[in-house]
T-cell receptor, first 116, second 114 residues
Framework: EPEVTQTPSHQVTQMGQEVILRCVPI?????FYWYRQILGQKVEFLVS????????KSEIFDDQFSVERPDGSNFTLKIRSTKLEDSAMYFC??????????????FGPGTRLTVL | KNQVEQSPQSLIILEGKNCTLQ??????????LRWYKQDTGRGPVSLTI?????NTKSNGRYTATLDADTKQSSLHITASQLSDSASYIC?????????????FGKGTKLSVIP
C-alpha cells in the first residue's frame, strides 16, 4: 500500500541553524500538508500546498517557514533560523483531491526535530 | 476560537472489553469530523470520516457517531485488542471555502491490558 515517507526520522540542530525536512507524498496525490506536534500537545496545522503554491497557512507558519516542491516527488519544509520552541514532531500529509472536503489525509511517520 | 475537546484524557481497559471515547467541538460552520488513531511516535491514521449529515460510520470494530446539533461525537471500540493501545484523536474540518485545515483534539490515550 502506498505511504507517505519522511526523512530524516530525527534531526538535531543548533538554535539559529536552518533545517530542511523532507517528505515524499503518495504519488498520485495533489494536496500536501505540514503539521507539527509539540511533545504532549495536539497536532497543529501549519500549511497546505496545491498546484505549486501555498493554499492555506496558519499563524504558526511565519516568515521563518517555507515550503517547496522542488521536483515531481519531494515536498520540503524549511525553517530558516530555528528556535528552541520549534522542537517538535513534524508530520507531512497528502490527499488525492478527488473529494476535497472529505479527502482522507494520509500522514507520514514524522520527523522529530530537536533544537539545542 | 475553534476547539475540539476530548474525554477521557486516558483510559485503561481489559482486552476483549468495549469502550467509548467522547468528543465535543465548537468548530462552526462545520464540514466533517474525523477520528484518527495515533500510535506512539507515529503519524495519525484515519479511522472514519463523517460529514455533518451522517450520524454513524463504522470501520471494522470502530464505530463513530455524530450529533451535529449538540456538536458531539463518540468513537466506540468493540472487543478491544492489545493493538488498539494508542491515542485516538477527534479531528474537525471547518466549512470554509478553500480551507482543508484540520483542527485536532488532544486525544484520548487508550491502554488495553491483558
Amino acid at each position: 500500500e502506498p505511504e507517505v515517507t519522511q526523512t530524516p526520522s530525527h534531526q538535531v540542530t543548533q538554535m539559529g541553524q536552518e533545517v530542511i525536512l523532507r517528505c515524499v507524498p503518495i504519488s498520485n496525490h495533489l494536496y500536501f500538508y505540514w503539521y507539527r506536534q509539540i511533545l504532549g500537545q495536539k497536532v497543529e496545522f501549519l500549511v497546505s500546498f496545491y498546484n505549486n503554491e501555498i493554499s492555506e497557512k496558519s499563524e504558526i507558519f511565519d516568515d521563518q517557514f517555507s515550503v517547496e516542491r522542488p521536483d515531481g516527488s519531494n515536498f520540503t519544509l524549511k525553517i530558516r533560523s530555528t528556535k528552541l520552541e520549534d522542537s517538535a514532531m513534524y508530520f507531512c500529509a497528502s490527499s488525492n483531491g478527488t473529494a476535497i472536503v472529505t479527502d482522507t489525509q494520509y500522514f507520514g511517520p514524522g520527523t522529530r526535530l530537536t533544537v539545542l | 476560537k475553534n476547539q475540539v475537546e476530548q474525554s477521557p484524557q486516558s483510559l485503561i481497559i481489559l482486552e476483549g472489553k468495549n469502550c467509548t471515547l467522547q468528543c465535543n467541538y465548537t468548530v462552526s460552520p462545520f464540514s466533517n469530523l474525523r477520528w484518527y488513531k495515533q500510535d506512539t511516535g507515529r503519524g495519525p491514521v484515519s479511522l472514519t470520516i463523517m460529514t455533518f449529515s451522517e450520524n454513524t460510520k463504522s470501520n471494522g470494530r470502530y464505530t463513530a457517531t455524530l450529533d451535529a446539533d449538540t456538536k458531539q461525537s463518540s468513537l466506540h471500540i468493540t472487543a478491544s485488542q492489545l493493538s488498539d493501545s494508542a491515542s485516538y484523536i477527534c479531528v474537525v474540518s471547518p466549512s470554509r471555502a478553500g480551507s482543508y485545515q484540520l483542527t485536532f483534539g488532544k486525544g484520548t490515550k487508550l491502554s488495553v491490558i491483558p
